[in-house]
């Protein structure tokens, strides 16, 4: 129950969140209601860098969110050109994070990180479409444990974030649901596969690490 209440936030977090509880320590002998405004907002950024521990399925038959969010967006596409997959048909599944939401992203199957690609880009709002060609983003390429398919996963920042945060690396092996990094306020997430059937609908709030995408 406390681990729910109070989870534990990312290291991206500490540095924000001290910054907020020093400005909102100085303000409250300056204006109580001012003072009152920034401890919101210094709960608010608690709660932004939130970092809970997720329970997967593993099972790599299925795919689990890789991020906390609303399906935005599901369609067939060609493969990401900066990854060189302009030639192949994918799955295309879209998960918007508003500043509400945990941006802590996760892998959705078990299995190798055969690429990153970072690209820096604009800060458009991420819900547009043209977000997945024009904003800062980094690419992974994931070859699944069992079933050795490619599951592309796309992290783009938004309007306001300006840093996308990568915690793994090239060839390292990773479980489900484990986590890859993170984006600092409100942005995207795409993830790309093929051969599997979508399990989400456009409209659907899912959670990362948990929540079903894909199945074989």
């Avoid at 401890?39 to 399925?57: C, G, K």
């Avoid at 990094?181 to 990362?208: E, T």
Wanted: glycine share 6%.
């Amino acid at each position: 129950m406390i681990n729910n209440i109070f989870p534990k936030i990312h290291k991206e977090g500490h540095k924000f969140l001290a910054i907020s509880i020093l400005i909102t320590f100085f303000a409250l002998f300056i204006s109580k209601g001012l003072g009152l405004f920034l401890i919101i907002i210094t709960i608010w950024v608690y709660y932004f860098f939130r970092d809970p521990d997720r329970v997967s399925i593993n099972d790599n038959r299925f795919l689990v969110s890789p991020a906390d969010g609303l399906i935005t967006y599901i369609s067939e596409v060609s493969g990401p050109p900066e990854l060189n997959l302009e030639n192949k048909s994918y799955t295309k599944v879209s998960i918007f994070m508003n500043v509400f939401d945990c941006h802590v992203n996760r892998t959705p199957t078990s299995g190798t990180i055969e690429d990153i690609f970072y690209k820096p880009g604009k800060f458009l709002n991420a819900s547009l479409d043209k977000a997945s060609e024009e904003n800062e983003r980094n690419y992974y390429k994931i070859k699944s444990k069992d079933k050795g398919d490619e599951i592309i996963i796309v992290q783009i920042a938004g309007l306001i974030a300006r840093r996308i945060v990568c915690e793994v690396k090239k060839n390292q092996e990773l479980s489900q649901g484990e986590r890859i990094g993170m984006i600092r306020f409100g942005s995207r997430v795409d993830i790309y596969f093929n051969n599997r059937k979508p399990l989400v609908k456009i409209g659907q709030n899912v959670v990362a690490g948990e929540s079903l995408i894909a199945e074989v």
